[in-house]
C-alpha cells in the first residue's frame, strides 16, 4: 500500500453490495468514509447469489471471507440440464481451482456481513437519506446501481432497452444436500436453481415474451404463472415449483457500459459502470471486483484524476468482456430446434471427453485474482 487514502474523505451513495464493499476497502486502506443508503433499513431484498473465486480473492483480502463461508453454502460448479432433465453437461469448477472459494449466499446474508465489516472498520453509514445533491468532499463515488444518477451526471441519461425475456425469482424450503448450481434450458425458457445456507434454495427462472414489467425484482407474481411457464419441465422443477409461495418477477433489460465512469471527483462503479444480464452469475462478482481495484488505484496514486483513470482502465475491457458473455448465454440457454440439438451434442461430447477444455473456457473469469492484478 501506498498510502494515499490515509485521512482522505469519501461520500458514497448506495448501500449495496458494491458500496458496502469499496467502503470497506477504502477504509481498511485509511480513508474517511461516508455512505448514505436511501432505503431505512438493509432490507432482505433479492434472493440467492453466487460468488466464485475473482470476487473471494477480494473479500479475503477485505478479511470477510470467513464470515461469508459461515453464512453459505459450498459450491462445486454447474451441471446443464435440458428441460427433459437429462444431463448435457457438468462442470465441477471448483476442482479446477483448488483452494479457492465457490459459494452460494442469500444476498442480504452478504449485504449484512459488508455492513458489519464496514461498520466496524469505521464506515459512518445514514440509512433512510436521499441524495439530491452532491455534498462537497474530496470523492463522490456512485455505487447507486442501474437508475444510478451519478452516472447520468457523468454521461447524461441512459436508454436500456427490452430484451424480450422476463425472470422470476424465488426462495424455498429446501434441505437436500446438494453442492451444484443446476441449469435446465429449454426452448425460449431456461431456469437455475442452487441450495442456500441455513436450508433454503434459490430459484431463477427466465422466458422469452414480448410483454414486460419494469426492472427490478420488487413486483410479486402469483406463483401459478411461473408454474404454467415450466409445466413441461421434468427433473426436481415441478418439486422444487409446487414449493415456491411467493415470486418475484422482472423484465431483463441491456444497459450499455457507460463510456465515461469518472470525472476529477466522481466515479462509478458495480451496476452503476456496467450492469450484467445474470446468465453468468457475476453481476455482484464484478462489482466486487471494482471496489477493490478502484480503492487499490486511489490509494497508489495521490493524482486523484490520474488514479480514477487508471481505474477504468484497469476494469473496462474486462466487464464489457463478461457482459458480452452473458448476452451470448441469453441466445444459448434458450435454442430451438437443429441448433439445440447440435449444441447440446457438442456440450455432451466435450463433457465426458474433454471435461477440462470445457472448463478451460472460464479460466479467464474464475481464475483472475484482482489483489494481484493477475491470473492465479
Do not use: C
Amino acid at each position: 500500500m501506498s498510502n494515499h487514502l490515509a485521512g482522505r474523505e469519501i461520500f458514497i451513495i448506495g448501500g449495496g453490495i458494491a458500496g458496502l464493499t469499496v467502503a470497506l476497502a477504502l477504509a481498511r486502506r485509511g480513508a474517511v468514509v461516508e455512505l448514505s443508503e436511501r432505503a431505512g433499513a438493509f432490507r432482505e431484498v433479492g434472493a440467492g447469489l453466487q460468488i466464485s473465486p475473482n470476487a473471494g480473492f477480494v473479500l479475503d483480502a477485505l478479511g470477510v471471507l470467513q464470515d461469508l463461508k459461515q453464512a453459505s453454502a459450498h459450491s462445486q460448479g454447474v451441471i446443464l440440464n435440458d428441460n427433459h432433465g437429462r444431463q448435457v453437461a457438468k462442470l465441477p469448477l471448483a476442482s479446477r481451482f483448488p483452494g479457492s472459494s465457490f459459494r452460494f449466499i442469500h444476498r442480504a446474508r452478504l449485504v449484512e456481513l459488508l455492513e458489519q465489516a464496514a461498520r466496524q472498520a469505521g464506515v459512518r453509514i445514514t440509512l433512510g437519506q436521499e441524495v439530491t445533491s452532491f455534498p462537497e468532499t474530496g470523492l463522490i463515488i456512485g455505487a447507486d446501481g442501474l437508475h444510478s444518477r451519478v452516472r447520468a451526471y457523468l454521461n447524461g441519461p441512459a436508454k436500456p432497452f427490452f430484451t424480450g425475456q422476463t425472470a422470476w425469482r424465488a426462495v424455498i424450503d429446501d434441505d437436500t444436500d446438494d453442492i451444484f448450481a443446476r441449469v435446465f434450458m429449454g426452448p425460449g425458457r431456461h431456469l437455475v436453481s442452487y441450495p442456500l445456507a441455513n436450508g433454503l434454495r434459490n430459484i431463477v427462472a427466465v422466458i422469452e415474451r414480448p410483454d414486460w414489467t419494469s426492472e427490478g425484482w420488487s413486483h410479486e407474481d402469483d406463483p401459478q404463472n411461473l408454474r404454467d411457464a415450466f409445466a413441461g419441465f421434468a427433473g426436481p422443477v415441478p418439486g422444487w415449483l409446487e414449493r415456491v409461495t411467493q415470486t418475484g418477477i422482472w423484465g431483463l433489460f441491456r444497459h450499455e457500459v457507460a463510456p465515461r465512469w469518472h470525472d476529477d471527483r466522481h466515479v462509478i462503479l458495480g451496476d452503476a459502470a456496467h450492469a450484467t444480464l445474470p446468465f453468468m452469475a457475476q453481476g455482484a462478482v464484478m462489482a466486487i471486483e471494482d471496489a477493490w481495484v478502484l480503492a487499490a488505484s486511489l490509494d497508489a496514486d495521490e493524482d486523484q484524476q490520474a488514479a480514477l483513470s487508471r481505474y477504468q482502465t484497469l476494469r473496462e475491457a474486462r466487464v464489457r468482456r463478461v457482459v458480452d458473455m452473458a448476452n451470448k448465454n441469453a441466445r444459448n440457454y434458450h435454442l430451438h430446434g437443429p441448433a439445440r440439438l447440435i449444441a447440446h451434442t457438442g456440450l455432451r461430447g466435450l463433457s465426458r471427453i474433454a471435461p477440462s477444455a470445457l472448463m478451460a473456457r472460464f479460466d479467464w473469469l474464475y481464475g483472475f485474482n484482482p489483489v494481484k492484478g493477475n491470473t492465479a
